[in-house]
């Protein structure tokens, strides 16, 4: 009898440990919440490289900095009826290659056995520069004017550290400097960059063989050879629920404002935006709200009279991709085709020329098997139709992220 009063006490002193223990975390995962303020301007910085420079002349410019101060020189600008590339493209944070699947995501084969993804972080340190450099490279491929960046970490566990905004941006200054002055060089001598966040959180033990840990900066980047004049961060509807607030993003859109030469030689705008919606709400209630204030916007600057582009990764089946790419599973419960009825008037959610046989999202819950993932185009641009525009979703047979790029070629009408 003895004993087990004594059983009895240690089973209530560990259960109230465990009580103390996690009560304490959940109180410093709340102390350490915070959402970003919404209408916070994004840093952007800039270089320069006249088109004759020597490299030591290129090393002394250096980073233009904050497009106010009195230092920067003239910002290069966009042209009316001139066409330009433009390329958006979900790294996710350098750690899917085809090897990974992610521990949040579920699915069921044709046959209906349960499929769930494994690792929280990316392989290691080496994995995650290789993916970054790489995911660059085939973005400088298509020689890109404008290139939207998502789920770029500056400073986090999940990718061991590593700085990827600097990796993309001295990918970008490499492939400029390598080409100033040549007859390859294309777009101007000029590279600006925007970067907002939209992911932080304090340590995240879970999942507890391999935490996701903490995430000090995460977000979406903006690359342009031409400037950028001002770059603000919206915050965008999220879902507040416990626990969910310190898993999902802090979803943010970034819009970007760049001047225009008009034919008739005045100046204009375009505003350029770049964008990343939440995944895994029931229902697509929280993508709902969230398409809402994004096209809000759009609406109100057509209205003004600006050009129009908002690009990124939409978390909705776009071209009605939901069930065009079954492969051996079936369709995951998150996905959420995209509703014609959410554009204001005067825009388009373009569709690419190939839509029918390139996707641009795998599903993570198991690696990659060329034929046997689930497939849905997530990704691309809509325009208001004072943008002249067409699509291609570029086939990298996921390399070096779930996602494929899109690439646009567009006119400023």
């Not at 590279?191 to 907002?196: H, V």
């Not at 950028?228 to 915050?235: A, L, Q, V």
């Not at 626990?243 to 943010?252: A, G, S």
Request: proline residues 4%; negative net charge.
């Amino acid at each position: 009898m003895k004993a087990l009063k004594v059983l009895i006490k240690t089973l209530i002193c560990i259960v109230a440990l465990a009580a103390v223990v996690v009560g304490g975390y959940v109180i410093y995962l709340m102390a350490g919440y915070e959402r970003i303020a919404d209408g916070e301007p994004s840093e952007i910085n800039g270089v320069s490289f006249p088109e004759l420079a020597t490299s030591e002349e290129m090393a002394i410019i250096g980073v233009i900095g904050d497009p106010y101060d009195d230092h920067v020189v003239e910002q290069a600008m966009l042209k009316q009826g001139k066409e330009y590339t433009a390329v958006t493209f979900n790294i996710g944070f350098g750690a899917y290659d085809q090897d990974f699947s992610f521990f949040m995501d579920k699915g069921l084969m044709a046959d209906g056995a349960e499929t769930v993804g494994t690792s929280s972080r990316a392989k290691d340190e080496t994995t995650v520069i290789y993916n970054t450099q790489t995911a660059a490279a085939q973005v400088l491929a298509q020689h890109p004017d404008i290139v939207l960046f998502q789920e770029v970490d500056v400073k986090a566990d999940r990718s061991h550290g590593v700085d990827q905004v600097s990796l993309i941006r001295d990918a970008f200054i490499d492939d400029l400097k390598a080409k100033a002055g040549t007859a390859d060089m294309y777009g101007s001598n000029q590279l600006y960059s925007a970067f907002a966040v939209n992911f932080h959180t304090s340590y995240l033990c879970y999942p507890p063989t391999k935490p996701i840990g903490k995430i000090e900066k995460s977000g979406i980047l903006t690359l342009s050879r031409y400037g950028i004049s001002t770059s603000t961060r919206r915050s965008l509807p999220v879902d507040d629920g416990f626990p969910t607030k310190f898993f999902d993003l802090d979803r943010c859109f970034q819009v970007n404002y760049m001047s225009v030469q008009k034919s008739d030689g005045t100046i204009g705008k375009l505003v350029l935006i770049n964008l990343h919606t939440s995944a895994y709400d029931e229902g697509g209630v929280i993508r709902k709200e969230q398409m809402k204030m994004l096209t809000e916007v759009m609406a109100e600057e057509y209205e003004k009279g600006n050009w129009v582009i908002a690009g990124g990764d939409f978390n909705h089946a776009i071209a009605g991709s939901e069930t065009k790419f079954m492969n051996g599973m079936q369709m995951p419960d998150w996905v959420q085709p995209f509703d014609e009825d959410m554009l204001p008037a005067g825009f388009t959610m373009l569709y690419a020329d190939n839509a029918d046989s390139v996707a641009t999202d795998r599903d993570s819950s198991i690696p990659y098997i060329p034929g046997t993932n689930y497939e849905v185009i997530l990704d691309g641009f809509m325009v208001s139709d004072n943008v002249q525009a067409s699509t291609s979703n570029l086939d990298l047979e996921y390399l070096v992220s779930d996602h494929n790029p899109v690439r646009m070629k567009f006119i400023l009408l």
